[in-house]
Nanobody, 113 residues
Framework: VQLVESGGGLVQPGGSLRLSCAASGFTFSSAQMSWFRQAPGKEREWVATITTGDMAAAADPVKGRFTISRDNAKNTVHLQMNSLKSEDTAVYYC????????WGQGTQVTVSS
């Protein structure tokens, strides 16, 4: 199983970023996919999940601003992040739930003027 995140970077408050997680080594369409994030000095926290049936859920701090989606044809899950705030600064991780949990290496998102 391999998960590779991309799309992170530096963005100004109010801006947008789209994260991607490319998956390989398992049957992607059969896996529930999630995004987590970890800010400096804080525990890793759940951001959003999308099920195999395309049902999505997001944590309260990002609800209405972040959208998770998946493309089973490309074995990819995305996180569209809009109206970014400084408190969204963190390393963002992709996780697959496929007979166990698998994590990517993370991608840094920094929201700053």
């Amino acid at each position: 199983v391999q998960l590779v995140e991309s799309g992170g970077g530096l963005v100004q408050p109010g801006g947008s970023l789209r994260l991607s997680c490319a998956a390989s080594g398992f049957t992607f369409s059969s896996a529930q996919m999630s995004w987590f994030r970890q800010a400096p000095g804080k525990e890793r926290e759940w951001v959003a999940t999308i099920t195999t049936g395309d049902m999505a859920a997001a944590a309260d701090p990002v609800k209405g601003r972040f959208t998770i989606s998946r493309d089973n044809a490309k074995n990819t899950v995305h996180l569209q992040m809009n109206s970014l705030k400084s408190e969204d600064t963190a390393v963002y991780y992709c996780r697959a739930n496929y007979f166990g949990y698998y994590w990517g290496q993370g991608t840094q998102v920094t929201v700053s003027s």
